[in-house]
């Protein structure tokens, strides 16, 4: 059976040497197969168990088949899509270029590649950092940045210590019924978005530097309309009130009804009205600020614990009468007095106002403000005049005033001026005021030992 099968399988095989490098197939001529180097054999010839294995030169299998290179193709969608992207890059790269162009767009690529360069933190000097207040009242809260906070206000008799803040913004909140509520903001050091209120330096009592004063706002002028007339007429009643009567002795001098300085020959009863001025064409000479009708008197000593002082500008009124109680005349007019400033202190106890009484007499400083219209002489060279003020029963007989010559040591020159205002009327009071001040009458013998009493110890 083996043997068989050997005589009836016939193998051919291959050349194992390298095949010669491929050639293409139409740089190889066309030709017919070499016999000798092909043994074929025909189906017909095959048996039904013999297979025969012929061998292919190279170039034959060129001839069979032609190798073909791959080609790389996209699907319709795909190109579509990548024409549409070719053209919108070509469309941003042109409209790109038109936008570089313009000089706008350079200005605004330079400064954005430009290195920014560090704002330096602000220095902040001496007293920058600090606050005082202005315009307040006893009873008002002040809060800084929420807190509640005790700081006193500026006066002119006193400079508090003022309340050192920290760097950066801070917020204040000032409530004091019946007033406007104030709420604002404060940077240290100051910031032009600052919006708290600051008082002008050319107001303040004292020279703060760089210390700021904040305007709280407590004025008669912020009030409602409602609460500053019922202060008005409250004030009104107190002052007009305040005065007593006084005897006017035989011989002595005072202001008669018709403005001029009368003798009195008998005994006479003196009166004296003083009227809150609505009038804002008045004003008080001889004051550092003017006051229509109620002002704070900030730049003053301080009033009675828990009081708002107040200036109120006045204009006196007197009237005089005879034992009999008959007036001599119609009380003086408002052109022959001289307008004053009183000082008292009120206070809000939550729904009305109240005068504080017993703080200064009402009327001494009506009085001595009848002294602003002397015209002081030249003092001596190189030297000044040393001013010292008295009065009695609280103004309404009088007051005095003494000028004493001193040299630019501080040393007394020679003797003093005394001038008395005597129910009204001025008066030279001693032989050096007749000789500064000639145009004044002269005071009789009573009145100028009443100029030594009325004077404190120390100015006699």
Not at 227 to 254: E, F, K, N
Not at 357 to 375: E, I, K, M, R, V
Request: proline share 11%; net charge negative; glycine share 8%.
């Amino acid at each position: 059976m083996d043997n068989d099968f050997e005589d009836n399988f016939e193998t051919e095989m291959s050349d194992s040497r390298p095949d010669p490098p491929t050639r293409s197939p139409q740089a190889q001529p066309d030709r017919p197969p070499d016999p000798s180097t092909t043994s074929t054999t025909t189906l017909e010839e095959a048996s039904g168990n013999e297979i025969t294995i012929e061998r292919l030169h190279p170039e034959d299998a060129g001839a069979a088949g032609v190798l073909r290179q791959p080609r790389f193709s996209l699907p319709k969608g795909h190109a579509r899509r990548l024409r549409g992207l070719l053209v919108g890059v070509i469309v941003v790269l042109v409209f790109a270029g038109l936008t570089l162009s313009l000089p706008a767009t350079q200005r605004t690529i330079r400064i954005l590649l430009t290195p920014v360069t560090p704002t330096p933190t602000p220095r902040i000097f001496f007293g920058e950092d600090a606050i005082v207040t202005w315009h307040s009242v006893p009873w008002g809260e002040l809060r800084v940045d929420g807190q509640l906070t005790v700081l006193p206000a500026l006066t002119g008799f006193r400079e508090p210590q003022p309340l050192v803040l920290v760097r950066g913004q801070h917020t204040l909140a000032y409530h004091a019924d019946p007033f406007p509520p104030l709420r604002c903001t404060l940077s240290v050091p100051a910031a032009r978005s600052d919006t708290c209120p600051l008082a002008r330096p050319t107001l303040l009592p004292h020279n703060l530097g760089a210390v700021r004063a904040v305007d709280l706002g407590a004025t008669p002028e912020a009030l409602p309309d409602e609460q500053r007339l019922m202060l008005i007429q409250i004030v009104s009643s107190a002052v007009l009130s305040a005065a007593s009567a006084q005897t006017v002795v035989p011989g002595d001098h005072y202001l008669g009804p018709d403005g001029a300085v009368a003798v009195a020959h008998s005994s006479l009863q003196a009166t004296v009205t003083l009227l809150v001025n609505t009038d804002p064409s008045r004003h008080v000479q001889g004051q550092p600020q003017d006051c229509p009708t109620l002002c704070p008197g900030d730049l003053s000593f301080p009033g009675p614990p828990g009081g708002w002082l107040l200036h109120v500008h006045v204009t006196p009124r007197r009237q005089f009468t005879n034992t009999d109680g008959h007036a001599l005349g119609p009380a003086s007019d408002a052109g022959q007095e001289q307008d004053a400033l009183l000082s008292l202190s009120v206070r809000w106890d939550g729904t009305s106002w109240q005068v504080i009484n017993g703080f200064a007499p009402p009327l001494g400083d009506a009085c001595l403000a009848s002294f602003n219209q002397l015209q002081l002489p030249t003092p001596p060279s190189g030297g000044s005049f040393a001013i010292a003020q008295g009065w009695v029963s609280d103004g309404v007989e009088g007051c005095v005033e003494s000028l004493q010559p001193a040299d630019a040591g501080g040393q007394p020159i020679g003797d003093a001026a005394f001038v008395l205002n005597h129910f009204g009327a001025l008066l030279a009071a001693s032989d050096e005021a007749h000789r500064l001040f000639p145009a004044l009458p002269a005071a009789s013998a009573h009145e100028r030992a009443l100029a030594h009493q009325w004077l404190p110890n120390n100015a006699q």
